[in-house]
């Protein structure tokens, strides 16, 4: 089978088990008094169940081992993966698998910060051991730069960041969701062009599952993802974009992770700036995020989450463009378009009101 099949039947699979599986795992988090009641910070104006994402793991995770199972990990000549490209798979996956688990722990039972936190290090470490690790950077003037014992931290950080990025976007119907569906599919077809197939299945598995949870999850939400669904969206992003981009030697590629993850990367960093710069903490609770903002501004739930869709799916084409990809420069004009007419609407919109 041709290996681009493999990514449409991992998107498909992962799509089905979702929207098969969610039904089920609401009735069960209902019957089991796992929700989240609305209130403070909350945008919800009723009880929710949280745990949306042992359906986006679930779909993930049975996609991939089916794919695995029939022999769909190659790369690009149609090899099957061996030695370190096989364990970097592997270390995106079982990471996956860990980070998933953490947050479903603090789903059901409240961990502190600090804790989870240290299984977040912990596991991004032990991923790094596997192969899944930022070894150079693009300097100017240098071109790409061996990074030496600076890989671990920079690693650490990037896996970390990312994961806890994904989460603190999780603060309206489909906005988490919405914006990791946009990023997986953009990732899949970045790494396929640059010759990823096997980092591309994990973005395709991932892509699947985030937007057909939409189905469920998009204003008015009927179930959220929690923790359990962010944080392994997250890391799984992250760490496609560390396997699938910047371990490729191409110089612009080093940058398209960041690029593709603008949006939630730009947002958590504004945040924290701006908690430091009045004296808080920046891990303390607010509404200090992009789509409080909005929301402050006038637009309605929808208008908030479909603008941020567009800047995240404008960051996404402009990465299409960088990697070189034919029709690259196309989309990004017509994203740039759209961005820039929906941007018009929201000023018009908060002049009004």
């Known amino acids: 089978m041709p290996y681009h099949l493999y990514h449409l039947l991992a998107f498909t699979v992962s799509s089905l088990v979702v929207l098969l599986s969610t039904p089920i795992v609401k009735k069960i988090g209902l019957k089991s008094g796992r929700f989240d009641p609305p209130g403070g910070r909350k945008i919800h104006q009723r009880p929710m169940v949280r745990l949306g994402g ?58 502190s910060a600090l804790s989870r936190l240290t299984m ?10 596997v192969g899944v690790r930022i070894d150079f950077l693009t300097i100017p003037g240098a071109g790409l730069t061996q990074i030496g014992l600076l890989s671990l931290p920079l690693t650490v950080i990037w896996l970390v960041g ?7 976007i999780d603060g309206l119907d489909g906005l988490a969701a919405g914006v990791s569906g946009i990023a997986a ?32 999850n998009f204003n008015p939400a009927q179930i959220f993802m929690g923790d359990g669904g962010s944080y392994f969206m997250g890391f799984t992003l992250a760490g496609v974009g560390v396997i699938g981009l910047v371990k490729t030697t191409a110089v612009t590629a080093v940058f398209l992770p960041y690029l593709i ?27 200090r995020h992009l789509h409080h903002r909005l929301l402050r501004a006038g637009l309605s739930h929808r208008r908030t989450v479909l603008f941020i869709y567009v800047l995240t799916l404008w960051a996404g084409t402009l990465a299409l463009a960088f990697s070189g990809i034919p029709s690259g420069l196309a989309y990004a004009a017509a994203a740039t378009a759209l961005l820039s007419y929906m941007s018009w609407r929201v000023w018009k919109h908060g002049r009004q009101s």
């Open 120 to 129: 977040q290090t912990t596991v991004a470490s032990l991923v790094w051991l």
């Open 54 to 111: 042992v359906s986006i793991f679930t779909g993930t995770l049975v996609a991939l081992l089916l794919v695995w199972s029939l022999g769909g990990f190659v790369d690009a000549n149609g090899y099957p993966l061996h030695g370190e490209k096989e364990y970097e798979i592997w270390g995106v996956t079982l990471g996956g698998i860990a980070f998933f688990l953490i947050g479903l722990a603090d789903d059901l039972f409240s961990l």
């Open 185 to 216: 599919v953009v990732m899949l077809v970045v790494s396929l062009f640059m010759k990823q197939p096997a980092a591309a299945l994990i973005a395709a598995a991932l892509a699947g599952a985030a937007l057909g949870f939409l189905r469920y």
């Open 261 to 287: 993850l603008a949006v939630p990367i730009l947002d958590m960093s504004a945040v924290i700036l701006s908690r430091l710069r009045d004296g808080k903490s920046p891990f303390s609770a607010d509404k």
């Open 162 to 168: 990312m994961t806890n990025a994904i989460n603190w």
